[in-house]
Structure formats: structure tokens, C-alpha cells
């Protein structure tokens, strides 16, 4: 069983910067692609970013590129996400995925429980 848990969210206000960490355990965090996704208040849950085994690819949904950087850590099994320049429609509850593949395919086994991100205006 994976165990997936996030820190970092907050209250920041509109163009400030904020930095997520997902913390993992229980199975070999290098070997598997890792993704940050978010769900905004009456909003089905969306993609933001992910990340292969080894940060050779990374991909990002439009609305956060240029903003947001995924990154991780295999030494410490963490994977993180930069936020900058953060908007108001950036506020929502964020949650790190773990992949099945150590590629990223779009598909997650395991995910944590979230952490809230607030950006007022």
C-alpha cells in the first residue's frame, strides 16, 4: 500500500508563490511517474502536472504553464510542485498522484488525501 501525503498549501494572495510537497512511502517511489492534480469547489478534479520516473519529461496543463514546475526528489521520495504567480482560479483543494508506470500514461493508483491552496484576489 502506497501512502501519499501533501503539505505546503496555504493562504496567499493573488501573484504570490507558493511551494507543494508530496511526501511518498511503501513502494519504490523512483520507479513511477508522479502527478499534481487539483479540485476546485463544484468542479470535477483536473489534471495540473506530471512527472516520469526519473523528471527526464514533464507535462503541464495550459492553464499552469509557465507558472507551475514539478519536480522530484528520489533520494527523499518527494515530489514537489512550484507555484507562482498564483490567480484566484488557481484556488483549490491539491492532490499528488502516484502513476502506474515509470512513464507518465495518464493513469494513477494511488492518491493522497490534499492539501488546500487559496488565492485571493
Known amino acids: 500500500q502506497v501512502q501519499l501525503v501533501e503539505s505546503g498549501g496555504g493562504l496567499v494572495q493573488a501573484g504570490d508563490s507558493l511551494r507543494l510537497s508530496c511526501a511518498a512511502s511503501?513502494?519504490?517511489?523512483?520507479?513511477?511517474?508522479m502527478g499534481w492534480f487539483r479540485q476546485a469547489p463544484g468542479k470535477t478534479r483536473e489534471f495540473v502536472a506530471a512527472?516520469?520516473?526519473?523528471?527526464?519529461?514533464?507535462d503541464y496543463a495550459d492553464s499552469v504553464k509557465g507558472r507551475f514546475t514539478i519536480s522530484r526528489d528520489n533520494a527523499e521520495n518527494t515530489v514537489f510542485l512550484q507555484m507562482n504567480s498564483l490567480k484566484p482560479e488557481d484556488t483549490a483543494v491539491y492532490y499528488c498522484?502516484?502513476?502506474?508506470?515509470?512513464?507518465?500514461?495518464?493513469?494513477?493508483?494511488?492518491w493522497g488525501q490534499g492539501t488546500q491552496v487559496t488565492v485571493s484576489s
Open positions: 498522484a502516484a502513476g502506474s508506470l515509470p512513464i507518465i500514461n495518464g493513469k494513477y493508483d494511488y
Open positions: 511503501g513502494r519504490t517511489f523512483s520507479r513511477y511517474a
Open positions: 512527472i516520469s520516473w526519473n523528471a527526464g519529461r514533464t
